[in-house]
């Protein structure tokens, strides 16, 4: 079977691709592991993404938006950073950046169920479900894709989109740094008695990291709590009525009464950035590329800026008659998604690092952190900018060229 681009991985990056390169007039096949039904109609994994109005403009153009239903669009109209036992933290006020709100929250699985939907009326898509790959090859007269079925698909590029623990990239020889914080993320919607009026919460205390995630129904959200792996197994052995009480003691109180309304989902707190985005005939894109610690909400946003990237030059090249595998692309891209990402990558980690130290410099230092930022409106304006400027790759660029200290409060939209 031969094709023009082989994508590994149909997870919200390699789908949203995959839909990018419509009207490309390229040959793609799509190669997922999952069987398609798991595609159609994903689980429910908890993630709640924050998604900037940048990446609602992308979405809305690749036609994923439109597939949303309203009651799976959560408002995120303010953020509130909150250390230790304050009861007031710094507030991110959506009225200061002219906006009617910061961002939005989305399920994953919706995302993932809409990108699908988009990409299974593509007719130059083949979607290869179900599937392993078992060897990538490229070299500079082409590039093969084997796969446990015994097929072998000649391609002229491959992407691979295969998660921040990308088999492919590995295969490929390309090493990661990748940074295991020790830490297990509880993802849990849960319904409580005070309404969240639609602000995010970041809340650092001693011993965990809590935050809250406002979704469509207004005593709704999306608790996101961070403990110590033997800690967090302690927790998800108790049963509903127990962690409930657990929950809202963990959050004193504040919301009220809080019940479970979704299911317990952990994940482990690794960041992983690649040493190099792309080889002959090779690109990574989504957390293959990045894999950013969720507190600052950018895995998603950051895949669906790699993928556009990649696709706007490919679609440049076919337009100019030029081959779509050129070292000079493919390290474009490279260059323009290492200048997004690299620099809130770092800052996340510091910011991880530091908000999870419950050492006394540390605690000093964070508090210290939050009064100068809640003062300082340029350094608020310049965080919120992030989530609200709808301006591509340029912007996005300028925009973290403000410097990690500035990024050190920056929250989960
Ligand atoms: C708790 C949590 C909260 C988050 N919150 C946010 C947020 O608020 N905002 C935000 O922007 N991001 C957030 N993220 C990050 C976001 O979820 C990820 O960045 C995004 O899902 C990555 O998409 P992806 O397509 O690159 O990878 P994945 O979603 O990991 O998908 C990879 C796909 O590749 C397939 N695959 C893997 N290996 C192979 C193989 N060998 N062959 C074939 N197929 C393969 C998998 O089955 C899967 O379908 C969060 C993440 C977590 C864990």
Redesign the pocket.
Known sequence: MSFDIVI????????CFARSLAGSGLRIAL????PEAALVAPADD??????THH?QRLMRELGLWARLQENEIGTLRDAMVIDGDDRDGLIFRHDETGKSQLGWLLS?HAIRRAAYAEVMELPESERITG???TAVRTASDGAQVELNTGDILHTQLVVA????Y???RRAMGIAASMHDFGKT?L?LRMQHDVAHDQVAWEWFGVGQTLAL?PLHDPHTSSV?LTLPPQEMQTLLALDDTALEAAMASRFQQRLGAMRIAGPR?S?PLVGVYAKRFVAERFAL????AV??H?VT???????LLGQATLARELHAAVAAGQPIYSPELLHRYERQHRLATRPLYLATRMLAGLYTDDRRPARVVRKLALRVGARLRPFRMAVMAGLTVDGGTELRGSRFRLGRSERVVAV??
Not at 161 to 164: G, K, L
């Open positions: 590994i991985g149909a997870g919200p990056a390699g789908l190669v997922e592991r999952q908890g993630r709640e993404i924050a998604i990446s994953n599937v392993q790959v989109a295969d998660s921040r990308s088999e492919t993320m993802v995630l996101v989902c994940y894109i989504g957390d293959a894999g950013m969720p909400a950018h895995g998603f946003n950051f895949g989960r939209e």
